[in-house]
């Protein structure tokens, strides 16, 4: 699973690489993503642990496996995780618009909750 992750990173889409090139570095919303990440018996494209978000883009081969890509929302979403699916003709064509919806999503998310501290001494 970690080998099929890493060559996952290393062989991007196009979408993949442009829509990551915004992610990256905390540079959207100060959050950190990763890519290719293993969860369970799944990769997700992205991942921001923070905000329990995960961003698929999607090509072609999608549309003939609408009945898998539910199953594995299903799941994903089972383990508290939001799921946001584009196409990665979206993202090359719209891509202001999935950002805003990336941010419109972690901006109507709970943030979670801080532990409690206590003072030394407690």
Not at 23 to 44: D, N, T
Not at 46 to 67: K, M, T
Request: hydrophobic fraction near 35%; proline fraction near 4%; glycine fraction near 6%.
């Amino acid at each position: 699973m970690l080998n099929n992750a890493k060559t996952l990173r290393t062989n991007q889409t196009e979408a993949e690489q442009r829509l990551w090139y915004h992610l990256r570095a905390h540079r959207f919303m100060g959050l950190k993503f990763k890519r290719q990440k293993p969860m369970g018996r799944y990769i997700v494209d992205f991942l921001c642990v923070e905000q329990r978000l995960i961003i698929e883009l999607d090509g072609g081969q999608h549309a003939e496996q609408v009945a898998y890509d539910q199953h594995r929302d299903a799941w994903l979403r089972s383990q508290g995780y939001t799921v946001l699916r584009f196409w990665n003709n979206e993202v090359m064509q719209q891509l202001e618009g999935v950002l805003e919806q990336i941010r419109c999503t972690i901006s109507l998310s709970p943030s979670p909750s801080p532990s409690p501290t206590r003072g030394r001494g407690e």
